[in-house]
């Protein structure tokens, strides 16, 4: 019998990171008769075309088997309505493995309907940790974990992280798993920790060649030879309280003095920026999200990068573009012990670079991930 994957995204990183295991199950499919049915939900987290369909465009990814319509809402209402949703679904579809993704909502809520309908959850992203609980990310994070069945680890220090909260049951020691041997019985009562690297590395890899050639982000924004910043900008601790907001603008203000700035701006920093008393210098262009391979096309030729987004932190160290997160903490501590990333609070001016090792794996992240289920 063909097995039967289903696959929960909603927001923005969630498509990206989508992305390399559809088509792990795609390729894994071509080489057996009885292979993967990969079931795609959209939640409906996102909703506009800048922030949801123009990445499915880029992939070629399919028009979801499901799409859920959540939309935004408070934390309870957005939640709430999802693990209602995606169980309905998980009622239609008997599958055998639900793949959730990242922190988001949408993480949380079809991990939740999943496990209480006894389908076991794979985590991508397992095991990070801010160790702020004021973050919703944090709290998505450790309940997602704490429900799931496989805990896709993207790096050491992840693992580490959920060894300390307890889970015993950590493959090759904690070390990115090898391809093969690794025949192991997916069982809800007894979770399993695996490395198997990041898959945002593998998308990376995909897509800079695709963003080289077929972007034209630089010369549309006239950035052609500049020595230019890039800026974004959109988590809830910086983007609902004004104060925050405020700090952060006096501090980039300071930091990126008369350079040139582009800053794609995040729906839920425009509900905030307009209304507070501070201003960006006119140096700093404002622009709408950009989609994928605009978006790496304009950080590999920018000279430094402003930014909290996880994934952009990773993505600067991958294209040695200096970073500065603009958070008080990261869960991305190998991209700040390299010197490349550097917390804003701690930013003096440059960067003091050392070594950079390759932590996140090898770019076959959803292989492994994929391997993982045809063996089980
Ligand atoms: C969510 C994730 C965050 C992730 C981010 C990527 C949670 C708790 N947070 O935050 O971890 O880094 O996605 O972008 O799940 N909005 C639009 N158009 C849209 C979507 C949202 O205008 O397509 C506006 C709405 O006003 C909404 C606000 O943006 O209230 C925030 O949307 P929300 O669903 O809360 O997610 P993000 O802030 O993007």
């Known amino acids: 019998m063909m097995m039967k994957i289903i696959n929960i995204v909603g927001a923005r990183p969630q498509f990206i990171k989508y992305f390399p295991v559809s088509r792990a199950i795609a390729s894994a499919n071509k080489n057996v008769s009885n292979g993967i049915k990969d079931v795609l939900v959209h939640t409906g987290q996102h909703y506009d075309y800048a922030m949801s369909k123009v990445f499915f465009d880029e992939f070629g990814i399919g ?65 990070l940790r801010s160790f702020n609980r004021y973050m919703p990310e944090e709290i998505n994070r450790i309940l997602t974990d704490h429900v799931s069945s496989l805990l896709l680890c993207p790096s050491r220090t992840a693992v580490n992280n959920l060894g300390k909260e307890g889970f015993n049951n950590i493959l090759n020691d904690g070390e990115l798993i090898s391809r093969d041997g690794m025949k192991m019985n997916i069982d ?36 052609k030879g500049k020595d230019y910043c890039l800026l974004t900008l959109h988590r809830a601790e910086n983007t609902d309280c004004k104060k925050a907001f405020e700090n952060i ?81 990261t869960e991305w501590i190998e991209t700040v012990k390299s010197g490349w990333n550097v917390l804003y609070k701690n930013y003096t001016g440059s960067h003091v670079l050392s070594g950079r090792e390759s932590c996140y794996g090898d770019g076959k992240t959803a292989e492994r991930i994929i391997d993982i289920f045809t063996t089980w």
């Not at 935004?72 to 493995?97: P, Y």
């Not at 995909?206 to 077929?214: G, L, S, T, Y």
């Not at 006119?282 to 709408?288: G, L, M």
């Open 63 to 127: 028009e979801p088997d499901y799409h859920l319509n959540v939309g935004s809402g408070t934390h309870g209402i957005q939640t709430g309505q999802i693990v209602q949703r995606v169980e309905e679904v998980l009622q239609k579809e008997s599958s055998d493995a639900v793949i959730v993704y990242g922190d988001t909502n949408s993480t949380l809520g079809g991990a939740l309907a999943a496990t209480k309908m006894h389908i076991p959850v794979a985590h991508v992203e397992a095991g």
């Open 188 to 223: 809800v009562n007894n979770p399993v920790v695996i490395n198997v690297g990041d898959v945002m590395f593998d998308v990376v890899l995909h897509a800079v060649e695709i963003a080289d050639r077929k972007s034209n982000i630089i010369e549309k924004l006239g950035l």
């Open 249 to 329: 603008v006096d501090f980039l203000n300071d930091t990126i003095g008369n350079r040139e700035c582009i800053f794609p701006m995040h729906p839920r920093a425009k509900r905030i920026y307009y209304d507070i008393d501070r201003k960006l210098r006119s140096n700093v262009s404002i622009i709408e999200p950009l989609g994928y391979f605009d978006l790496l096309k304009a950080l590999k030729n920018s000279s430094i990068v402003f930014t909290d987004s996880g994934g952009l932190q990773k993505e600067a160290y991958w294209m040695k573009v200096p970073c500065v997160t603009l958070r008080i903490e």
